[in-house]
């Protein structure tokens, strides 16, 4: 099992920036890859970001593209979403997910290929 806490999340003025972070604990040292989702009520959840256990293949849904940079730091077990240029219709739940095992460079963008979830940090861009 893998537990995912993700924090970071909060008001934040339209134009402004956040950095999510999601620390993964529990059954870390097996690879996994890791994602961000976002969910606005009434809706589906969402890919944002998706990143490789190794880190080097990354994925960014059209809506974030040029304003978000997702990166990993696996000695802390620890994946960062950098959110700049916030729009109000980023706001939504933002959601950490794991999936293991995998291998070195895949990335997944399903949340149905995600086998662990946090519990979501609240973002809210206000106009």
């Known amino acids: 099992q893998v537990q995912l806490v993700e924090s970071g999340g909060g008001l934040v003025q339209a134009g402004g920036s956040l950095r999510l972070s999601c620390a993964a604990s529990?059954?870390?040292?097996?690879?996994?890859?890791m994602g961000w989702f976002r969910q606005t009520p009434g809706k589906e959840r969402d890919i944002v970001a998706a990143?490789?256990?190794?880190?080097?293949?990354?994925y960014y849904a059209d809506t974030v593209k040029g304003r978000s940079n997702i990166s990993r730091d696996n000695a802390k077990n620890t994946v960062y979403l950098q959110m700049n240029s916030l729009k109000p219709e980023d706001t939504a739940i933002y959601y950490c997910?794991?999936?293991?095992?995998?291998?070195?460079?895949?990335?997944?963008?399903?949340?149905?290929?995600?086998?662990?979830w946090g519990q979501g940090t609240q973002v809210t861009v206000s106009s």
């Open positions: 997910a794991a999936k293991s095992p995998v291998s070195t460079t895949n990335v997944y963008v399903n949340s149905y290929s995600y086998n662990y």
């Open positions: 529990g059954r870390t040292g097996s690879k996994y890859a």
């Open positions: 990143i490789s256990w190794s880190g080097g293949r990354t």
